[in-house]
């Protein structure tokens, strides 16, 4: 049973607009949660992070929202760009890392 | 530092043949995990090692599939015979565990691997 779920395999958002990508997990005993981003043909890679102790945190253009009672989490971008059409992966923080089966981005121009 | 570094990039192999990927971790790591990207599964997790030590391998498919770290700054996956379902892009990444720290793990660029 997956561990951490994304449950849109995709997402069309206009440039400009916010999109927001969604995250659940059935494991309350994690405690850090990952975002990590992906293009084609390359590896993952981190983009933003968020501990339990916290609901939100920001990093410029990206802010992660943490609900622990709803074991829900949130990547919110805004302003989109085409050039965050990516594949984006949430994970949770164990040893390994626990990751969903990722949402494919496209903002269109 | 370079970076998780694997190679080859891309693979192309026939049914039934040996396949060797292989992984240079970020120097002083030490977590070395392989992954394996589908369409069906997303990023799932093959295996992964803790100071070259495997710690679980319960997310390797089938006998068929067999990974070692010799020392600290390499690794292999190799799949014995390969088959037409083994093709996907596999991962490796690296992470230093820190006191009370919590850290990302990095990736390398993938292999992707073609059985016809």
């Known amino acids: 049973d997956q561990q951490v779920k994304q449950n849109s395999p995709s997402l069309s958002v206009q440039e400009g607009r916010i999109s927001i990508l969604n995250c659940d997990y059935t494991?309350?005993?994690?405690?850090?949660f990952l975002w990590y981003k992906k293009y084609p043909a390359e590896g993952p890679t981190f983009l933003i992070s968020i501990s339990s102790i916290k609901d939100k945190n920001e990093d410029g253009r990206f802010t992660v929202f943490l609900n622990k009672s709803a074991k829900h989490l949130s990547l919110h971008i805004v302003p989109s760009q085409p050039g965050d059409s990516a594949v984006y992966f949430c994970a949770a923080l164990d040893t390994p890392l626990v990751f969903g089966k990722g949402t494919r981005l496209s903002v269109i121009a | 530092d370079a970076g998780v570094i694997q190679s080859p990039r891309h693979e192309v192999t026939e049914m039934g043949q040996e396949v060797t990927l292989r992984c240079k971790p970020i120097?002083?790591?030490?977590?070395l995990f392989w992954y394996r990207q589908t369409m069906m599964r997303g990023l799932e997790l093959l295996i992964y090692f803790n100071n070259n030590v495997p710690i679980d391998d319960s997310g390797m498919p089938e006998d068929r599939f067999s990974a070692k770290m010799p020392n600290a700054s390499f690794s292999t996956l190799k799949i014995q015979p390969s088959e037409p379902r083994d093709s996907a892009v596999y991962f490796c990444?690296?992470?230093?565990?820190?006191?009370?720290?919590?850290?990302?793990?990095?990736f390398g660029q993938g292999t992707r691997l073609t059985v016809v």
């Open positions: 494991n309350s005993m994690f405690d850090y």
């Open positions: 990444a690296s992470r230093v565990l820190g006191l009370g720290r919590n850290t990302e793990a990095f």
């Open positions: 120097s002083g790591h030490d977590y």
